[in-house]
């Protein structure tokens, strides 16, 4: 008989540490399939590049990210504790997912997020979720010390940011369902960096999966960020970052060390992509692979067409198919879903109502819509 997903501590649960298991607050997040996208394989073909490419949409979790993974981490081995308050900074994603998962653990939740640099459908979320919001003025770094030291200073309080190394237990699962699928891991896989926990979190899981043998082989991870906040890139603290990608506007990545190894240990890279770039990773996912994802989920594609146009990814691969048999594959995770940030589905990069944003009227006739539609 058929089972339903449980969420990923359950699934996993031989990989996860035992006190997080103790108390399990579940939304069901986990359990995401792959989409293979053979519009951006032809893409890459343009280029010289042939190789299986697959999407890891994580904006099917929950509340609509991939932070869903994490949380259940965090908050389940909060709730063990006893805690009472949960905090978190957050440019959005965080924010949404703290809050639903305080709610369904039947915790209170505080969201400290920066001024102005947060998209509308990510607030909503967490307000919907009963969580106490306070903008901040400053940037999400800024957030980020403050939450910390409200979680020194009460022990009633419980940080939930990626800081927090229960998020990466949990969140390491995505790896484990990447490799579930396809049998093993891919060539290359690909993700947006912002706080750089994801990154951190997939080779986690990567190495934990090949270490128990349900893996023959380990990826390298390329970690992409937007131009205007690129610390990893540049080696060092960006003090105003800016970006249309407001999930990864940040500036100095809490987990910076960890993801550092992640790309090191992996033979894997960091890049920048600009905003134009994004958005036209962007455009490519909803007009051609049917995926909407917000500006952030864009960068790990535009990244990789990027890296597909100068020679590195052939290069790359090339260099990989002497230790590895088949058909190259390439994995990029899309973290949240278009929902979360909507506008730019309807705007250009300079705020202008896109091409065909704007309903088409028309008179009340079948004549007129055959005819608008141009049949």
């Excluded at 965090?74 to 805690?83: F, L, P």
């Excluded at 934990?208 to 082989?217: C, K, L, S």
Aim: charged share 20%; hydrophobic share 45%; proline share 5%.
């Amino acid at each position: 008989m058929a089972q339903m997903w449980r969420g990923v501590v359950h699934e996993y649960a031989e990989f996860i540490p035992e006190h997080i298991k103790e108390a399990v607050v579940t939304l069901g997040e986990g359990g995401i399939p792959l989409i293979r996208s053979s519009t951006v394989q032809r893409r890459l073909a343009d280029f010289g590049v042939h190789a299986e490419v697959y999407i890891k949409f994580e904006g099917r979790n929950p509340t609509g990210s991939f932070k869903d993974r994490g949380m259940t981490g965090a908050i389940s081995a909060e709730k063990a504790k006893g805690t009472k308050v949960v905090i978190c900074a957050s440019t959005g994603n965080t924010s949404a997912s703290a809050a639903a998962y305080a709610a369904a653990a039947g915790m209170t939740s505080a969201v400290l997020v920066p001024d102005g640099k947060i998209a509308t459908g990510k607030l909503a979320q967490a307000i919907a979720h009963g969580a106490n919001l306070l903008q901040v003025d400053g940037n999400f770094d800024d957030c980020l010390i403050i939450a910390r030291q409200l979680a020194k200073d009460f022990p009633v309080v419980g940080l939930v940011n990626s800081v927090n190394p229960n998020r990466l237990q949990t969140q390491k699962t995505a790896s484990f369902e990447v490799v579930d699928e396809m049998g093993d891991a891919p060539w290359i896989h690909a993700v947006p960096v912002g706080n750089a926990a994801n990154i951190s979190a997939y080779w986690m899981g990567y190495k934990e999966y090949a270490d128990a043998e349900n893996a023959a082989n380990r990826p390298q991870m390329w970690g992409f960020q937007a131009e205007g906040a690129a610390p990893m890139v540049n080696g060092k603290r960006v003090e105003n970052p800016k970006t249309i990608a407001t999930a990864i506007q940040i500036g100095n990545p809490a987990s910076w060390d960890l993801a550092v190894s992640a790309a090191a240990e992996s033979g894997g890279l960091f890049d920048t992509v600009t905003d134009e770039e994004i958005l036209g990773a962007h455009r490519i996912l909803s007009n051609e692979s049917g995926v909407f994802v917000e500006p952030a989920s864009a960068a790990p594609l535009a990244g990789i067409l990027k890296e597909a146009e100068s020679g590195k990814l052939s290069a790359a691969l090339s260099e990989l198919s002497e230790r590895r048999a088949g058909t190259a594959q390439i994995v990029f995770t899309s973290t949240g879903h278009g929902l979360k940030d909507p506008n730019w589905a309807l705007y250009d990069i300079n705020l202008k109502p896109k091409e065909g944003s704007e309903p088409i009227k028309v008179q009340n006739s079948v004549d007129a819509v055959a005819g608008a539609l141009g049949l």
